[in-house]
C-alpha cells in the first residue's frame, strides 16, 4: 500500500499563491494515480486536479483552469498542487488521494482511489 500526506495550506488573501505538496511512502516502486480533492464546508467532495503516474497526462475541474497546475516528481514521490490567483471560492479542505494503475491511466472520479490523506486547510480571504 502507499501512504500519501499533504502539506502546504494556509490562509491567502484573494489573488494569493500557495503550493500544496502530497507526499508518498510505503510501496512507492508501483505506479500510481494522483488526485487532489477538496471539500469546502456545507459543500460534497469534489474533484480538483488528477495526474498519471508518467505525469503524461492530467485533469482539472473547470474552475481552476489556468489557476492550478498538478505536477509529480516520482524522484521525491511527491505531487504538487500549485495554486495561482486564488480565490475565496478556493476555500476548502483539500485532500490527496493516490490508486494503483498503469503509468498512463488517469481518473477524476473519487471513487476509483483508496488511498487518502488527512487532508490540508485552504482559506481564501477577500
Known amino acids: 500500500q502507499v501512504q500519501v500526506v499533504e502539506s502546504g495550506g494556509g490562509l491567502v488573501q484573494a489573488g494569493g499563491s500557495l503550493r500544496l505538496s502530497c507526499a508518498a511512502s510505503g510501496r512507492t516502486y508501483r505506479s500510481y494515480l494522483t488526485g487532489w480533492f477538496r471539500q469546502a464546508s456545507g459543500k460534497k467532495r469534489e474533484v480538483v486536479a488528477a495526474?498519471?503516474?508518467?505525469?503524461?497526462?492530467?485533469y482539472y475541474t473547470d474552475s481552476v483552469k489556468g489557476r492550478f497546475t498538478i505536477a509529480r516528481n516520482n524522484t521525491k514521490n511527491t505531487v504538487y498542487l500549485q495554486m495561482n490567483s486564488l480565490k475565496p471560492e478556493d476555500t476548502a479542505v483539500y485532500y490527496c488521494?493516490?490508486?494503483?494503475?498503469?503509468?498512463?491511466?488517469?481518473?477524476?472520479?473519487?471513487?476509483?482511489?483508496?488511498?487518502w490523506g488527512q487532508g490540508t486547510q485552504v482559506t481564501v480571504s477577500s
Open positions: 495526474i498519471n503516474w508518467s505525469g503524461s497526462n492530467t
Open positions: 488521494a493516490a490508486e494503483y494503475a498503469g503509468p498512463d491511466y488517469l481518473s477524476s472520479q473519487s471513487r476509483e482511489y483508496t488511498y
